[in-house]
């Protein structure tokens, strides 16, 4: 069963055994493609989407009771499941750059304007490039998404 996630982009629902995850990132192929060290005998299917982040080795302080809130999860990106084999799956990124437009009708003031509030239309999602994960590494980790 397929579904829509809120970027309108179907992914399959992630239905993996117990202990797949996290998972971690065993090979970088490139920018925009990574191994990640589970596959078919951990239940992971094609076109299941994951989040690949990292932990960042500072811990987190509460200042008023000075206890350890944890550490943080630095997000490298997101990607689609492609391809899955026995022992590991290849991910792909799945976020896109959008090309901001503006309308063509609207006048340099309220361009402007629309500029500073951060409030700037974006193409459809179709349009678009790939978006590259951000400097992953092998050993970084995977959680469904």
Known sequence: MKEMNMENQISTPMIAKPGAFPAKVAKVIDAYKLVINRGKEHGIREGQRVLI???????????????????????????????????????????????????????????????????????????GTLKPFDNPQVGDFVKPI
């Open 53 to 127: 982040y990292r932990i960042d080795d500072e811990g987190i302080i509460d200042p008023g009771a000075n206890k350890s809130l944890g550490n943080l999860e630095l997000v490298r990106g997101s990607g689609k499941i492609f391809q899955v084999e026995s022992q590991y799956a290849i991910v792909e990124s799945d976020q896109l750059r959008r090309k901001p437009y503006f309308n063509q009708y609207k006048t340099l003031e309220e361009r402007k304007q629309q500029l500073f509030l951060g409030d700037i239309i974006t193409s459809s999602l179709g349009e």
